[in-house]
């Protein structure tokens, strides 16, 4: 009797791009993996949506219109003589659509507090070379370019510069989601633009005015999405509702959680421990299970806790009685803050070191163009090279220079005393 084969020549109706084609079966079968399919359940923009309520698309979404671009970028340069060969067009697709499988809960928002001192990317390589093993070793090239280790530096550029294809994708689809117009880029027409020259990723002169839309456009949803001050104030508070269940966890308070939650609230870990085999074995198989709906969960059960900050806080997240924040072109001065934290001491009957969960400050950053990274490449008609910034008619000091604003939050019952 003939056993079906199973059709991996799928179309994914997106509704960004249209409709996708799946190039190869290797991405069929990366894409059905349960590493991947966790992705459905990870959003892109953290808790943006209490902000923006369309903003619920998540990072499968995301991942799968980063390899769309890739596989246009791919037949684009190929059309202009670039070698690239089957095995690369495959390995460097593979790269981008991977390239956010490190992600933890609510993407960002979280990074750096379940799992402290270890990036999403590097997570990301660690799921590859477990993928990698999984597939037989057929990963390896995805895994070489991602890391920029292949001696075509221009793939790597692709998957992570100034202008890869992840930015072209999140940029338009986080603006599509959000509703913030004013953050959709001319992809199509960046992307048949592109072209390589000595080995670096350029774009031709007929394209500058795309590029410079593109950077503005990025600095736009920056502070009108990504640094809204309303979503600062509800990721602000995610993260200091697991900060604080995690102190209450690693104190034996016991704490509702399914068991992948439990065992990241109740250990560290740190770098190093990646060296150890056993340790990252154990972080992978608690990582890979945790998503959104794991601590959503969660923080509806501890809103009943008798922890009374755990249990403000998590009110305050799942009510969506966010703190007020300021944002302010100067630090706050002491004596302000200062004050607002002793209201709080006497308002929530809390000492001095668990006010700062109610009360506290910061620094937020952002330039749309670092200069000291990767530039952007522009491709005259001459065949000279210069930087965008140099290229360009329009002053563009403004998108590289990083902006540094400070910010103060705090309980908006306090403003009532």
């Not at 990301?124 to 070379?129: A, F, K, T, V």
Request: hydrophobic residues 40%; proline residues 3%; neutral net charge.
């Amino acid at each position: 009797m003939d056993v079906l084969k199973t059709n991996k020549r799928k179309i994914i109706n997106d509704p960004v791009f249209g409709f996708i084609n799946l190039p190869s079966e290797i991405i069929f079968d990366l894409i059905e993996h349960p590493y991947f399919q966790r992705l459905r359940r990870i959003k892109q923009l953290g808790l943006s949506h209490l902000v923006f309520p369309g903003a619920n698309h998540t990072r499968f979404e995301h991942a799968i219109g980063a390899l769309h671009l890739m596989i246009l970028a791919i037949d684009v340069l190929r059309q202009k003589g670039i070698d690239i060969s089957d095995e690369e067009a495959e390995a460097v697709s593979v790269a981008i659509l991977l390239h956010d499988i490190g992600h933890g809960p609510f993407s960002h928002t979280l990074e750096s507090t379940l799992v402290s001192g270890i990036s999403h990317e590097d997570l990301s390589i660690l799921l590859m070379e477990e993928l990698n093993r999984e597939f037989g070793g057929k990963l390896e090239l995805a895994i070489c370019i991602f890391k920029n280790r292949y001696h075509k530096k221009f793939l790597h550029q692709l998957v992570s510069s100034q202008l890869d294809m992840d930015r072209l994708d999140y940029l338009r689809r986080d603006s599509f989601f959000s509703g913030v117009v004013e953050g959709s880029t001319g992809s199509d027409r960046i992307i048949k633009m592109l072209n390589v020259v000595d080995d670096q990723l350029v774009v031709e002169k007929k394209g500058i005015y795309s590029i410079e839309q593109f950077l503005i456009a990025r600095r736009l949803m920056y502070w009108q999405v990504y640094l809204h001050k309303t979503v600062l104030s509800a990721d602000f508070l995610l993260v200091n509702v697991l900060k604080r269940a995690k102190e209450l966890a690693m104190r034996g308070i016991e704490l509702y959680g399914p068991p992948q939650l439990q065992w990241l609230l109740t250990h560290t870990v740190l770098p190093d421990d990646l060296k150890d085999c056993g340790q990252k074995s154990i972080l992978i198989q608690n990582f890979v299970l945790l998503d959104d709906s794991d601590i959503i969960s969660s923080i509806k059960v501890w809103c009943s806790h008798s922890e009374p900050v755990l249990s403000y806080l998590s009110n305050s997240v799942i009510n969506r009685k966010l703190y007020k924040i300021k944002v302010l072109e100067e630090p706050v001065s002491t004596k302000k803050f200062r004050q607002y934290k002793a209201m709080a001491s006497a308002t929530y009957s809390v000492n001095e070191e668990d006010v700062n969960y109610y009360v506290f400050q910061g620094v937020i950053e952002n330039s749309a163009y670092v200069t000291e990274s990767e530039n952007i490449l522009i491709l005259s008609n001459s065949g000279k090279i210069a930087d965008i910034k140099d290229a360009s008619d329009v002053d563009l000091k403004a998108l590289s220079k990083t902006v540094k604003k400070y910010y103060l939050c705090y309980p908006k019952d306090l403003d009532t005393k």
